[in-house]
């Protein structure tokens, strides 16, 4: 199996003026791309935010699908909740997966709007397969903060629909990505 996690940034991303700031959490996102990435047999999904505020609603959502009556009603959103972990920053989000796989993750950056260089789907796949963990990282509000651009090993390229018109949801834009990468149809 790829060991292939996912990570939703909350801080620092951007606003639409460009601004660093950190977005609010927000349910959807958590049940959707959990559910995408369970789908994928990806190994987890981290959210990752310095707000204790933000931390805490996450912590109770989760507990209402895992351990509240939530679970008992819905074991499939159960299974895909439960591999929801909090971070503080993306640091610690790869401290994990390195203490987890005894190798830090090769970090994958994603962004709606073409950045120089970037890593194809079928690329990424190729990194995939030599069987290094891989942390794809996907930003909240208008994008990841340049700072965490920077720090990637790779960009991956944006999903292209060939209208012009690229304003997925994250948790649309996850479901695509990770079909892409670990999905059965993979041309």
């Known amino acids: 199996m790829p060991r292939v996690y996912v990570a939703l940034i909350h801080h620092p991303v951007v606003n639409k003026r460009g601004e660093c ?6 349910n959807l996102d958590l049940h959707d791309i959990a559910r995408a990435v369970k789908t994928y047999g990806g190994k987890g999904f981290y959210v990752a935010t310095p707000l204790t505020d933000q931390q805490a609603l996450v912590e ?5 699908w895992t351990t509240g009556v939530g679970g008992a009603h819905h074991p499939n959103r159960k299974s895909a909740l439960e591999m929801i972990r909090v971070a503080d920053t993306l ?29 194809s ?17 996907l930003g909240t509000a208008w994008g990841l903060g340049e700072e965490i651009m920077q ?34 149809d993979r041309e």
Not at 21 to 26: E, F, G, L, P
Not at 60 to 64: A, C
């Open 91 to 119: 640091g610690a989000v790869q401290e994990d997966i390195g203490r987890r796989e005894g190798i830090a993750p090769k970090t994958v950056v994603t962004s709606a709007r073409r950045r120089g260089e970037s890593l």
């Open 60 to 64: 109770k959502i989760i507990s209402h």
């Open 121 to 137: 789907f079928a690329g990424l796949r190729d990194v995939i397969e030599m069987d290094a963990p891989v942390l794809l990282v």
């Open 151 to 184: 720090q990637a090993d790779y960009t991956l390229m944006p999903i292209d629909s060939r209208t012009g018109y690229n304003h997925l949801s994250v948790r649309s834009a996850a479901s695509i990505m990770l079909d892409r990468l670990l999905g059965n």
């Open 21 to 26: 700031i950190a977005s609010a959490v927000t």
